[in-house]
């Protein structure tokens, strides 16, 4: 059963259908390059603590939001972190402490669109904690996919065709929002 | 001129994608104690099945309509085989609980205490949705077994007491 609903965490977040979580990641990650690991690091344990603490408490039914709220505020926080993005200064430094925030706090909001297919997922059991930790385990491992993939392709691209960060992150934050922009259109929530 | 490419993007971005994110899932819990009885509990989403017996909220009832039991009968038969050392199982409608969105619908059969082979085929609204998953749990002898029947999928076969 463990490695079941792990495997349901892995591809639910890795789901081209539902890429929302995936975009959001991606452009969490547009304003870092390959070598400042360690502030990808800590920015992708914010997201995960956010989403985590959420999923766990939507899950057990202490946190109820209602699916379309969710749904547009998903899209929401994309728009807002690609917007952060291309307004930010150049240097990483001065808005980073900003970023994990953000990353921590939009989190929360994530995790609350992972519940909804979690409790989906789930039958009569009793103990729900062993499902829960695998998909969550799952979560991750795909979230981990992601961050890899987008630091590969900044790397392909800022240092095979050297293409400068700034013209990079323009590009990943520019169509995030536009994607994000017909998200918050479509949703239900209107 | 950087803005005006973001704004390009922005707009690409806005004409070229499409959002369908709702959930088409279903879970069936089978559970199956020493002496052969076996629970069967189907969570399946109230509007998916209305849509999959042909009903609509608020529309007339159809003619040959009997009952709700009758018609969830109707579509568990169709759609949701267990066979037990090869052997079909028979079940009975046991109870329906809704609980919105979904409803719970709990099955009763009886089989063989030596088991050795369950095969379970669920077709369950797969003709409704492209994107239709089916979680299959099965409990027997304390032991767990999980699969989720994704793109299509109908079929899950597990060999126990080995």
């Not at chain 1, 990353?103 to 979690?118: C, D, K, R, T, W």
């Amino acid at each position: 059963m463990f490695s079941t609903y792990l495997e349901l965490g892995f591809t639910h977040i890795l789901d081209i259908e539902g890429y929302d979580h995936i975009l959001f990641i991606i452009a969490l990650c547009a304003v870092y390059k390959t070598h400042q690991w360690k502030q990808i690091l800590v920015l992708v344990t914010a997201f995960t603590i956010g989403h985590c603490v959420t999923l766990a408490l939507s899950a057990l039914r202490l946190v109820v939001f209602p699916a379309p709220i969710i749904e547009f505020l998903i899209p929401l926080t994309i728009l807002i972190t690609a917007l952060f993005n291309v307004s930010r200064e150049e240097s990483l430094d001065k808005s980073i402490n900003l970023n994990y925030l953000l990353a921590l706090f939009f989190g929360l909001i994530h995790g609350l669109g992972f519940s909804n297919f979690f409790r989906a997922l789930l039958g009569k059991e009793e103990n729900i904690v062993q499902p829960l930790l695998a998909f969550n385990i799952g979560v991750e491992l795909g979230q981990i996919i992601i961050v890899l993939c987008t630091m590969a392709l900044g790397f392909l691209f800022m240092n095979v065709f050297k293409t400068k960060q700034r013209a990079w992150n323009l590009f990943i934050s520019g169509a995030a929002a536009g994607v994000a922009i017909t998200l918050l259109i479509d949703a239900k929530f209107w | 001129m950087q803005v005006f490419y973001y704004l390009i993007l922005v707009f690409y971005g806005c004409v070229s994608f499409e959002y369908d994110h709702d959930i088409h899932v279903s879970v069936t819990d089978i559970e199956i104690s020493k002496d052969g009885g076996v629970e069967i509990v189907v969570k399946v989403f109230i509007d998916d099945l209305m849509q999959s017996m042909g009903l609509e909220m608020g529309a007339e009832l159809p003619d040959d309509y009997t009952s709700s039991d009758d018609l969830i009968n109707q579509f568990l038969n169709n759609n949701l085989e267990i066979k037990i050392n090869e052997k079909e199982l028979t079940y009975t409608l046991d109870d329906t609980a809704p609980s919105t969105p979904a409803v719970w619908i709990t099955l009763i059969g009886k089989t063989a205490d030596d088991i050795k082979t369950i095969e379970i085929n669920n077709k369950i609204l797969i003709d409704q949705f492209d994107d239709q998953s089916n979680l299959i749990n099965v409990t027997y002898l304390g032991e767990r077994y999980s699969e989720m029947l994704n793109g299509g999928e109908t079929q899950y076969v597990i060999s126990v007491g080995k």
